[in-house]
């Protein structure tokens, strides 16, 4: 069984981190509903076949989801 994912944090410009060290970008159209999601909240990432979008970030507990691409830290820099 996985371990649980929770959410970190989520910035004022979209960009969710999660406990498993992973960020997201978060889809713009979407971000409101994220408006009630809170630190520690569990979070659940599934792949879809959304050409701009292709991974959906739930909210385990509201049953909520938005689109989000996975920011991936570039090889060889210094990355926080």
């Known amino acids: 069984m996985a371990e ?3 959410l970190l944090s989520i910035n004022s ?7 498993d060290k992973t960020r997201w ?3 713009p159209m979407e971000l409101r509903r994220t408006s009630s999601w809170m630190s520690g909240d569990t979070i659940n990432v599934v792949h ?3 050409p701009l979008w292709p991974w959906r970030v739930h909210h ?3 049953g909520e989801s ?3 691409i996975e920011i991936k ?8």
């Open 66 to 68: 938005i689109g989000a």
């Open 4 to 6: 649980p994912i929770y």
């Open 60 to 62: 385990l507990g509201r």
């Open 13 to 19: 410009g979209g960009i969710a981190e999660l406990s």
């Open 48 to 50: 879809t076949d959304h």
């Open 73 to 80: 830290p570039l090889p060889g820099l210094f990355n926080l």
């Open 25 to 27: 970008r978060l889809a």
